[in-house]
């Protein structure tokens, strides 16, 4: 194994398990839909940050960020349902992105691209990785308590607007670690899928973060294998592994 | 505020867009003492409980007494059976101490000192809570809210999914941890018999203040029917008094 796999092994692995990990959540708080209509956002992001000349990581992040803050508005002070105007809002910027994506970057925004991926994104991701798992360890326990009950969480004083948005932010900055290993169109699978897989198998919620987190490393890990052996694009091999797993998951479940 | 008075409610309106839910409402109440607040469903027993608690908005005034700690037993979580959240891991959240949390599950009577009831007690921390059955799940939830050292208990009662043995010795262990420990005890009930047996004081609600004071003068015919309509049959007999509603 050459030093470039072993590096992209490396920082995949820190993107499947900061993705598993905050799907996790997703999955308790069934937002599932969300978390994959989201990572369509990062499109027009890239496509302006590769227009720029800036990372496509960092117009990812960005687009993300204002995106998170839009459904966290809809959802805290708004009477509207998020989702349905998840829907519509987030398929447009997926449209506006195939239409602002320069060709030649179309296929790989979309799908993948371990060539891509450099010295940069590798020191970004790490760093992304530790905010990912030191923030959502510190929120854990108010999050999950106002999955349970909203009105427990706040009568023991969690002020949830505060940690539904730090939430969600973290799945922003997860989305955008992960988008140039499975590409915009896929990436809302790595946070959903491991997640959903470990919850058919877990007993205990530190277990199902657990395994949610190295479903998502494995999930990574033999998807780059397949692209780098197949020469293809990383995002469906990934994706697809993950749902082997899946299927694996729910038949060891029976 | 008078030093025995624990919670004031004054002019307490509560809106649903343009619905009134709660109307004018206003009642004290003191240092443990056990109030009950009994009305048909509807009454708005549930939505008082959120807005004391800061959950909702409303106009009027809500005023607690400083050094009030509450402790809140809501009436029915959505978990899930597929949610992998143990006893444990919900009781943790609030408490990270492991001999705390066996200490409260002992006081709500999950895990006694026998060794059989040490291994129930076991195997409980264990369980998801969305495998739990009507009573273990409220008995859990009483755990949660005694976590925190409260003084005052907003316990509402379940509907549905407690069969009455366990209401009724839910309502026994409330009794005894007030006996126990220093605590203000607000219920929710539609039960008139649970208001008789263990409140000192009772609030009928339907949208307004029906009656107020001990039950056993605050409640009487009228304040039956304006809580549960004309038909209610109201009888007392052998010092007990009994209601049923007709076509129900």
Same mark, same amino acid.
């Given at each position: 194994?050459?030093?470039?796999?072993?590096?992209?092994?490396?920082?995949?692995?820190?993107?499947?398990?900061?993705?598993?990990?905050?799907?996790?959540?997703?999955?308790?708080?069934?937002?599932?839909?969300?978390?994959?209509?989201?990572?369509?956002?990062?499109?027009?992001?890239?496509?302006?940050?590769?227009?720029?000349?800036?990372?496509?990581?960092?117009?990812?992040?960005?687009?993300?960020?204002?995106?998170?803050?839009?459904?966290?508005?809809?959802?805290?002070?708004?009477?509207?349902?998020?989702?349905?105007?998840?829907?519509?809002?987030?398929?447009?910027?997926?449209?506006?992105?195939?239409?602002?994506?320069?060709?030649?970057?179309?296929?790989?925004?979309?799908?993948?691209?371990?060539?891509?991926?450099?010295?940069?994104?590798?020191?970004?991701?790490?760093?992304?990785?530790?905010?990912?798992?030191?923030?959502?360890?510190?929120?854990?326990?108010?999050?999950?308590?106002?999955?349970?009950?909203?009105?427990?969480?706040?009568?023991?004083?969690?002020?949830?607007?505060?940690?539904?948005?730090?939430?969600?932010?973290?799945?922003?900055?997860?989305?955008?670690?992960?988008?140039?290993?499975?590409?915009?169109?896929?990436?809302?699978?790595?946070?959903?899928?491991?997640?959903?897989?470990?919850?058919?198998?877990?007993?205990?919620?530190?277990?199902?973060?657990?395994?949610?987190?190295?479903?998502?490393?494995?999930?990574?890990?033999?998807?780059?294998?397949?692209?780098?052996?197949?020469?293809?694009?990383?995002?469906?091999?990934?994706?697809?592994?993950?749902?082997?797993?899946?299927?694996?998951?729910?038949?060891?479940?029976? | 505020?008078?030093?025995?008075?624990?919670?004031?409610?004054?002019?307490?309106?509560?809106?649903?867009?343009?619905?009134?839910?709660?109307?004018?409402?206003?009642?004290?109440?003191?240092?443990?003492?056990?109030?009950?607040?009994?009305?048909?469903?509807?009454?708005?027993?549930?939505?008082?409980?959120?807005?004391?608690?800061?959950?909702?908005?409303?106009?009027?005034?809500?005023?607690?007494?400083?050094?009030?700690?509450?402790?809140?037993?809501?009436?029915? +979580?959505? &978990?899930? @059976?597929?949610?992998? =959240?143990?006893? $444990?891991?919900?009781? %943790? /959240?609030?408490?990270?101490? !492991?001999?705390?949390? +066996?200490? &409260?599950? @002992?006081?709500?009577? =999950?895990?006694? $000192?026998?060794?059989? %009831? /040490?291994?129930?007690?076991? !195997?409980?921390?264990?369980?998801?809570?969305?495998?739990?059955?009507?009573?273990?799940?409220?008995?859990?939830?009483?755990?949660?809210?005694?976590?925190?050292?409260?003084?005052?208990?907003?316990?509402?009662?379940?509907?549905?999914?407690?069969?009455?043995?366990?209401?009724?010795?839910?309502?026994?262990?409330?009794?005894?941890?007030?006996?126990?420990?220093?605590?203000?005890?607000?219920?929710?009930?539609?039960?008139?018999?649970?208001?008789?047996?263990?409140?000192?004081?009772?609030?009928?609600?339907?949208?307004?203040?029906?009656?107020?004071?001990?039950?056993?003068?605050?409640?009487?015919?009228?304040?039956?029917?304006?809580?549960?309509?004309?038909?209610?049959?109201?009888?007392?007999?052998?010092?007990?008094?009994?209601?049923?509603?007709?076509?129900?």
């Amino acid at each position: 194994m050459d030093t470039n796999l072993l590096f992209l092994i490396f920082v995949g692995a820190l993107v499947g398990a900061s993705s598993g990990y905050l799907g996790s959540f997703m999955v308790l708080k069934r937002m599932s839909l969300v978390g994959d209509a989201l990572s369509h956002v990062a499109l027009p992001g890239m496509a302006i940050a590769i227009t720029l000349a800036i990372n496509p990581m960092l117009g990812a992040l960005i687009a993300l960020t204002l995106a998170v803050i839009g459904i966290w508005y809809l959802g805290e002070k708004s009477e509207i349902y998020p989702e349905a105007l998840v829907g519509v809002f987030f398929t447009a910027s997926l449209a506006i992105g195939i239409l602002v994506t320069p060709e030649p970057e179309l296929l790989e925004a979309l799908f993948g691209n371990l060539e891509s991926i450099g010295t940069m994104d590798g020191l970004i991701t790490i760093a992304g990785a530790i905010v990912i798992f030191w923030a959502t360890r510190l929120i854990s326990k108010k999050l999950l308590l106002g999955v349970i009950s909203e009105d427990l969480a706040t009568s023991t004083g969690v002020n949830m607007p505060q940690v539904n948005l730090i939430y969600l932010l973290l799945v922003g900055l997860a989305v955008a670690l992960g988008v140039k290993f499975v590409g915009t169109l896929l990436m809302g699978a790595l946070v959903i899928v491991p997640a959903v897989s470990a919850k058919n198998l877990a007993k205990s919620i530190s277990n199902f973060q657990f395994l949610a987190s190295i479903l998502g490393v494995l999930s990574i890990f033999f998807g780059i294998l397949i692209a780098k052996w197949l020469g293809i694009s990383s995002g469906p091999p990934v994706v697809l592994v993950s749902i082997a797993f899946f299927g694996l998951s729910y038949l060891l479940k029976k | 505020m008078n030093e025995s008075i624990l919670l004031s409610v004054s002019g307490l309106k509560v809106k649903f867009n343009s619905h009134l839910i709660l109307d004018d409402l206003s009642f004290d109440v003191k240092r443990d003492s056990t109030l009950a607040i009994l009305g048909p469903n509807g009454a708005g027993k549930t939505v008082l409980f959120r807005a004391m608690l800061g959950l909702i908005p409303f106009e009027g005034k809500i005023a607690w007494a400083p050094d009030v700690k509450v402790g809140y037993v809501p009436q029915k +979580l959505f &978990v899930g @059976k597929d949610i992998p =959240l143990t006893v $444990s891991e919900f009781l %943790e /959240i609030k408490e990270k101490d !492991r001999s705390k949390v +066996l200490g &409260v599950l @002992k006081e709500v009577g =999950l895990g006694d $000192s026998s060794l059989q %009831e /040490i291994h129930r007690g076991a !195997r409980l921390l264990k369980t998801k809570l969305g495998v739990l059955s009507g009573g273990e799940l409220q008995r859990v939830l009483i755990a949660f809210a005694l976590l925190g050292g409260p003084n005052v208990l907003l316990f509402d009662e379940p509907t549905s999914g407690v069969d009455i043995s366990a209401e009724e010795t839910v309502y026994a262990l409330i009794s005894k941890l007030k006996k126990e420990k220093d605590l203000t005890i607000i219920f929710i009930s539609h039960e008139l018999e649970v208001v008789y047996r263990f409140a000192d004081s009772v609030l009928c609600l339907n949208k307004q203040k029906v009656c107020f004071g001990p039950p056993r003068e605050a409640i009487d015919k009228k304040s039956l029917e304006a809580l549960y309509g004309e038909e209610v049959h109201f009888y007392k007999h052998h010092n007990h008094e009994h209601y049923h509603e007709n076509g129900h």
